[in-house]
T-cell receptor, first 108, second 113 residues
Framework: RKEVEQDPGPFNVPEGATVAFNCTYS??????FFWYRQDCRKEPKLLMS???SGNEDGRFTAQLNRASQYISLLIRDSKLSDSATYLC?????????FGAGTRLFVKA | GAGVSQTPSNKVTEKGKYVELRCDPI?????LYWYRQSLGQGPEFLIY????????DSGLPNDRFFAVRPEGSVSTLKIQRTERGDSAVYLC???????????FGPGTRLLVL
């Protein structure tokens, strides 16, 4: 079993749609959780950190469920510019583990 | 200010050769990370430095891979006797400290022929 697993994707959605990304992790001792965004042939960039209390940044909402070892990202009113790969990231010990990523295509 | 920089941006080498990949972190960042990313995959953790020392090198695939950070700033990833399977994008990231936001460099695309 992979340490961090994400929906395989890709997701193809129209502009304005709401899209949800799911991620599970296997190490119950994991300490920090993030969503990164990666554009084609570019480096990953932090989208947002994820907390048990949930956090929201504009159209983006992230949630962590430690009991279920589950992380989610919700994008509302999706834009063409949201097209990218979304990477779930978990840290534990001194390792940072990335999921394989879920590719999102937003179409006009 | 300046972000993380990596050189070279592209490297083509022949099987069996030795390569060095360089990473210049953001000034003041004590934590530095190396990752390897293959097509269609997320970045794969290789090694984490806190200051000059490797706090976790468990991701290095074998003893052909070695990384140093002698002065706690610039880091070099060294690959001996390269193999075709080493072809990938090698990413470096830095952060203020462990658990803080990681800022990535643009990567070095390594192709082993």
């Amino acid at each position: 079993r992979k340490e961090v697993e994400q929906d395989p994707g890709p997701f193809n959605v129209p502009e304005g749609a709401t899209v949800a990304f799911n991620c599970t992790y296997s190490n119950s001792a994991s300490q920090s959780f993030f969503w990164y965004r990666q554009d084609c042939r570019k480096e990953p960039k932090l989208l947002m950190s994820v907390y048990s209390s949930g956090n929201e940044d504009g159209r983006f909402t992230a949630q962590l469920n430690r009991a279920s070892q589950y992380i989610s990202l919700l994008i509302r009113d999706s834009k063409l510019s949201d097209s990218a790969t979304y990477l779930c990231v978990v840290t534990g010990g001194f390792k940072t583990i990335f999921g394989a990523g879920t590719r999102l295509f937003v179409k006009a | 200010g300046a972000g993380v920089s990596q050189t070279p941006s592209n490297k083509v080498t022949e099987k069996g050769k030795y390569v060095e990949l360089r990473c210049d972190p953001i000034s003041g960042h004590t934590a530095l990370y190396w990752y390897r990313q293959s097509l269609g995959q997320g970045p794969e953790f290789l090694i984490y430095f806190q200051g000059t020392g490797a706090a976790d090198d468990s991701g290095l695939p074998n003893d052909r891979f070695f990384a140093v950070r002698p002065e706690g700033s610039v880091s070099t990833l060294k690959i001996q006797r390269t193999e075709r399977g080493d072809s990938a994008v090698y990413l470096c990231a830095s952060s203020l400290g462990w658990g803080e936001t990681q800022y990535f460099g643009p990567g070095t695309r390594l192709l082993v022929l």
